[in-house]
C-alpha cells in the first residue's frame, strides 16, 4: 500500500496536484499580503480620518483592524507555509510531512479561531449598537407622543377658551 500511493505522488497526477496546491498557496498569499495592507493602513488613520463617528465607533474600527491586520498575517504565514509545504519530500520523510502538514492545518484554525473571534467582537458592538438606536427611537416616540398629547390639551383649552368667550359675547 505504501509503495502504491509513493508511486501514484510520483507518477503524472502529481504534476497536477501540484500546481493546484502553488495556485491555492499563492491565492492565499496574495489576498493575505492585500488585506494586510489595506488593514495596516486603517489602523494609521488618525481620529479626524472617521468623519460622523462617535468616540466608541472610532475605537471599535481601530481594533478591529488590529485585530484584522492580525488575521492577514497570519494567512499570510499560513499560506507561505502552505508553499514549503508543497516541497517537503513525502518518500524520504512521511514523519515530518505529516508533522508538517498538520502544523499547518492548525495554524489555519487558529486564523479561523481569529476570524470567528472578530466576527463574535463586530456581532456584539452593532448588537449593542442597535440596542443605544432602540432606546433613543423609543425615546423620540415619547416625546413625539408628549408633544401629541399636549398639543392637544392646548387646542381644546383653546376651543373651550373660545366657547367662553361666545358666550360672554352673547349675553
Known amino acids: 500500500m505504501h509503495t502504491v500511493w509513493a508511486k501514484s505522488l510520483d507518477g503524472g497526477r502529481m504534476a497536477a496536484t501540484h500546481a493546484l496546491g502553488l495556485i491555492i498557496a499563492?491565492?492565499?498569499?496574495?489576498?493575505?499580503?492585500?488585506?494586510f495592507r489595506y488593514y495596516f493602513a486603517l489602523t494609521k488613520f488618525s481620529e479626524s480620518q472617521f468623519p460622523g463617528e462617535t468616540e466608541r465607533d472610532r475605537h471599535f474600527f481601530k481594533r478591529q483592524a488590529w485585530r484584522r491586520v492580525q488575521i492577514a498575517a497570519l494567512s499570510g504565514i499560513a499560506g507561505g507555509c502552505m508553499l514549503a509545504g508543497l516541497f517537503v519530500p513525502y518518500?524520504?520523510?512521511?514523519?515530518?510531512?505529516?508533522?508538517?502538514?498538520?502544523?499547518?492545518?492548525?495554524?489555519?484554525v487558529w486564523v479561523?479561531?481569529?476570524?470567528?473571534?472578530?466576527c463574535v467582537a463586530t456581532?456584539?458592538?452593532f448588537a449593542e449598537e442597535?440596542?443605544?438606536n432602540e432606546a433613543k427611537r423609543l425615546a423620540?416616540?415619547?416625546?413625539i407622543d408628549k408633544f401629541q398629547k399636549d398639543a392637544?390639551?392646548?387646542?381644546?383649552e383653546l376651543e373651550r377658551a373660545?366657547?367662553?368667550s361666545d358666550k360672554t359675547d352673547r349675553k
Do not use: C, M
Open 26 to 35: 499563492g491565492v492565499v498569499v496574495a489576498f493575505a499580503i492585500s488585506q
Open 91 to 108: 518518500g524520504s520523510y512521511p514523519r515530518l510531512f505529516a508533522l508538517f502538514w498538520v502544523a499547518v492545518g492548525l495554524f489555519g
Open 112 to 118: 479561523v479561531a481569529l476570524a470567528l473571534v472578530d
Open 123 to 125: 456581532w456584539l458592538h
Open 130 to 132: 442597535r440596542q443605544v
Open 140 to 143: 423620540l416616540r415619547y416625546k
Open 152 to 156: 392637544l390639551h392646548a387646542r381644546d
Open 162 to 164: 373660545d366657547e367662553n
